[in-house]
């Protein structure tokens, strides 16, 4: 027999997992930068005011490009207790590192990596995205080799912390599917960003998403160039397909702000997408 005191533990112990166990389906994040607090703990407590439980966090970069932000064990206790005391989930971290300091060619940038998935183990966050863009996009076949060299590595070193090296990238799916067969582990999987490959490439993202399949996409980018629904982006045909291919998991709003309010323009497109998503 239960007292009460035991009784009313145990109900609490049962309601706290449910509440922590992943639900099923597309879950709506949001990029720490989207809210202007890169790298800062306060996007958590910012997140979940409106209405969104994920944050994916910023490594950040130190003044001098030596470090990441992220390695400081202070500022890491400081995200942990950050997103216990608001609820949220710390759904990945992006390595904006890699904007300066390019995989597909120098030897650093792969260091960095190495401590990206450090920091990120050490805050919780299961996914560690990976960019290509500007000087360093890939343009070529022997760029995108050269990068899935120093991958092949750092899979490796991503299966033993056991988090996923999301590659996000602006390659078509072929291509991205050449990718993921070559490194072959499930610590190496696709970051689909359906803003990217809508305005930069010309694609219909939820064919490249049927294409690619729940099991090499790790978590998508949902942004456009303005607000969500207004643009090229058709994110009706978009959540059809994350939903056809049974994908469980984060979509992170990488979305600007054209009034300046950002919790305005973050709370409207929210509500876009839940609308999207209860049809």
């Known amino acids: 027999?239960?007292?009460?005191?035991?009784?009313?533990?145990a109900s609490s112990a049962v309601a706290f997992a449910a509440e922590a166990r992943p639900q099923p389906g597309l879950r709506i994040g949001v990029m720490d930068g989207v809210l202007r607090l890169a790298s800062q703990p306060g996007a958590a407590s910012?997140?979940?005011?409106?209405?969104?439980n994920g944050v994916q966090v910023t490594l950040g970069q130190t003044a001098d490009k030596s470090h990441l932000l992220l390695e400081d064990a202070a500022l890491q206790r400081e995200w942990v207790q950050a997103a216990r005391q608001a609820h949220v989930t710390l759904n990945a971290t992006y390595i904006d590192m890699l904007h300066l300091n390019c995989l597909k060619q120098d030897p650093q940038a792969?260091?960095?990596?190495?401590?990206?998935?450090?920091?990120?183990?050490?805050?919780?966050a299961p996914i560690l995205m990976t960019v290509f863009f500007g000087k360093c996009e890939l343009l070529?076949?022997?760029?995108?080799?050269?990068?899935?060299?120093?991958?092949?590595?750092l899979a490796q070193e991503a299966a033993r912390s056991k988090i996923v090296l999301g590659f996000e990238n602006v390659l078509l799916a072929d291509e991205n599917l050449r990718a993921h067969d070559r490194i072959s582990s499930p610590?190496?999987?696709?970051?689909?960003?359906?803003?990217?490959?809508?305005?930069?490439k010309g694609q219909k993202a939820a064919e490249e998403i049927r294409k690619l399949g729940?099991?090499?996409?790790?978590?998508?980018?949902?942004?456009?160039?303005?607000?969500l629904g207004e643009g090229k982006v058709d994110f009706t045909a978009i959540l059809t397909a994350i939903r056809d291919i049974g994908f469980n998991g984060w979509?992170?709003?990488?979305?600007?702000?054209?009034?300046?309010?950002v919790a305005a323009d973050?709370?409207?497109?929210?509500?876009y997408l839940q609308a999207l998503m209860r049809k």
């Open 1 to 9: 027999m239960f007292t009460r005191r035991e009784f009313l533990a």
């Open 46 to 52: 910012k997140a979940r005011s409106l209405g969104l």
């Open 110 to 124: 792969a260091e960095f990596v190495s401590r990206g998935i450090a920091a990120t183990k050490a805050i919780g």
């Open 140 to 153: 070529s076949r022997a760029d995108t080799d050269h990068a899935l060299d120093a991958f092949r590595e």
């Open 187 to 200: 610590f190496f999987k696709l970051y689909y960003d359906v803003g990217n490959l809508t305005n930069m």
């Open 214 to 227: 729940r099991e090499r996409i790790c978590q998508f980018h949902f942004k456009d160039k303005g607000y």
């Open 251 to 261: 979509a992170n709003l990488e979305t600007n702000s054209p009034s300046g309010d």
């Open 266 to 271: 973050t709370r409207r497109n929210l509500n």
